[in-house]
């Protein structure tokens, strides 16, 4: 019963703390994980635990997948080499500074390692969550990283509990095979994934069909990754960087449409529920905590807190200047921000479920039957750099955005109205030749160039729109309007003839569903033309 109870429970929280979000403006993962924390005192709850091998084998693959098509890959090119320096090299150096301070506090090297690789990654679902007020470049660098350093902190991790435990053996060459076979292996994984998947999906019409295709995607890369003993994770965002290029380009638009809305609610419930789940095991682990006291445990977590800014923070100076001497060019010129923008970044290196499910699965024994040493506080500390993470840095980071002065970002705007300007042209110059070929009446011809020429000239007028608003505007913004309220009169007409059994709730349901994406349009403010 304990699961049902779970899933209520699960339910409730994430609407009354996206509902407090949203009036007190702190970020939902914030309130998930106090909440989550909270729910660890009530006994029926102090049995759940969040399994490592859910969250590592069903959910991770589900978000990274999702924030991998997601990504902007254009950016992800001009900024690649400082994506591919903050994946790799960052988190070798952060766990290995973390294992320096945990081992100078007592832990042996082993556990020590354990723990550096758990605490290494950043987050890519909190940061995903608690970034979006960034500039897009600096949101899709964070992201990028999050998305491809969980490849690099399992392998160090898998090292350092395989040494622990004793069924490894750490050589530099081994190391670097397992790195090699990490790397090599996820990436071609994710390609061969991406291939089979663009060839299913071009021969499957049926939009419930391609859509359970998609959902095979990240759950196929993730696994025959696993079995060779690649990188999962790879696998799942390489395979969901070339979907992200691939995918507009096949399909249909119905399939696409339900691909985004249950992507959407899918990732938004696994994100809610992963920072409670979070919560209740933070909470278990201060229950669980004998190796230390717990004074000397907090200690532990504020020194590697403290550990993993600093070395985020230089590294993140150290490695901008060191590219500024060897790289002159004006585009890389042009691509430089200030310390403050670096700070910034730093404090947006979240932590999350992957560090959890790390420190969770170690294992309780060495392969000599003794207990694994210091599993316990390994478990506190990560859970508490966690906690600490997406808490203290999740509320300081807008106060430190005002702080930095970040330029506005409008990227996005102009681009979309290029897109809309451009679209629109293109499709207007064509239309004499595409109603040729259709063999189109010219006054259905008439009509459609009127209503195209109407739409351009909206376009442009929103495009040069200042403090005075153009009044093809303001006439647009009335007809919206107007267009809205008669879809409400019409919903309500079509419910009053399925109310007196004039028809059937199936019709009712097939014609509400087109009003709603007309509202839904008209709502966004698309002046596309009917």
Request: hydrophobic share 55%.
């Amino acid at each position: 019963m304990i699961g049902l109870e779970l899933v209520v429970v699960l339910g409730v929280v994430i609407v009354v703390c996206g509902i407090l979000a949203r009036r007190t403006r702190v970020a939902d993962p914030i309130l998930l994980l106090v909440a989550g924390i909270v729910l660890g005192f009530v006994p029926a709850l102090r049995q759940v635990h969040l399994p490592p091998e859910l969250m590592l084998l069903v959910f991770l693959p589900v978000l990274l997948y999702w924030e991998a098509i997601t990504i902007s890959l254009r950016e992800i090119r001009a900024t690649l080499r400082g994506i591919v320096l903050t994946s790799t090299l960052l988190v070798v150096l952060t766990a290995a500074a973390v294992a320096t301070a945990a081992h100078a506090l007592g832990l042996p090297w082993g556990p020590a390692w354990v723990l550096g690789a758990a605490v290494a990654p950043t987050d890519a679902t909190a940061v995903g969550v608690l970034a979006r007020a960034l500039p897009r470049r600096t949101v899709t660098v964070l992201r990028a990283e999050s998305l491809v350093n969980d490849g690099t902190a399992l392998v160090l991790y898998g090292v350092a509990v395989g040494v622990t435990v004793g069924e490894e053996t750490l050589g530099a060459g081994h190391v670097t095979w397992l790195f090699v076979l990490a790397y090599g292996g996820g990436i071609a994984v994710g390609l061969l994934v991406a291939w089979l998947a663009v060839l299913a999906r071009r021969r499957i019409d049926d939009p419930l069909l391609g859509n359970v295709v998609v959902l095979l995607i990240p759950f196929t890369a993730f696994l025959v990754a696993e079995l060779i003993e690649a990188s999962g994770v790879l696998a799942v965002v390489v395979c969901g960087l070339v979907m992200s290029q691939v995918g507009p380009r096949i399909g249909r638009a119905a399939t696409r449409q339900q691909t985004v809305a249950f992507w959407s609610v899918s990732t938004y419930l696994i994100n809610a529920s992963l920072f409670v789940l979070v919560g209740l095991e933070a909470q278990s682990a201060v229950r669980n905590l004998v190796s230390e006291d717990l004074v000397t445990a907090i200690v532990g977590v504020a020194v590697v807190c403290v550990v993993i800014l600093v070395v985020r923070f230089v590294f993140l100076v150290l490695s901008a200047y060191t590219i500024r001497l060897v790289d002159r060019r004006p585009s890389q010129r042009g691509r430089r921000v200030t310390n403050r923008a670096r700070a910034v970044s730093t404090v947006a290196g979240f932590r999350g479920a992957v560090s959890l499910a790390a420190a969770l699965a170690v294992p309780t024994h060495l392969s000599s039957g003794a207990p694994f040493p210091d599993r316990d506080l390994i478990v506190f500390i990560t859970c508490g750099v966690v906690a600490t993470t997406l808490v203290v840095q999740g509320l300081l980071l807008a106060p430190t955005i005002r702080w930095a002065h970040l330029p506005d970002d409008d990227g996005l705007a102009r681009e979309r109205r290029l897109a809309d300007e451009t679209a629109a042209q293109e499709a207007l110059d064509a239309l004499p030749d595409v109603a040729a070929a259709l063999g189109t009446d010219p006054s259905v011809v008439d009509r459609l160039r009127g209503e195209y020429e109407e739409h351009l000239t909206l376009l442009r007028a929103r495009d040069g729109e200042g403090d005075d608003p153009d009044p093809a505007v303001l006439l647009d913004d009335e007809y919206t309007e107007l267009r809205l309220a008669l879809l409400a009169r019409k919903r309500e007409t079509v419910v009053r003839l399925r109310d007196q059994r004039a028809i059937d709730d199936t019709v009712l349901r097939q014609v509400q569903a087109r009003l709603d994406l007309e509202e839904i349009r008209l709502s966004r403010g698309d002046p596309a033309p009917e």
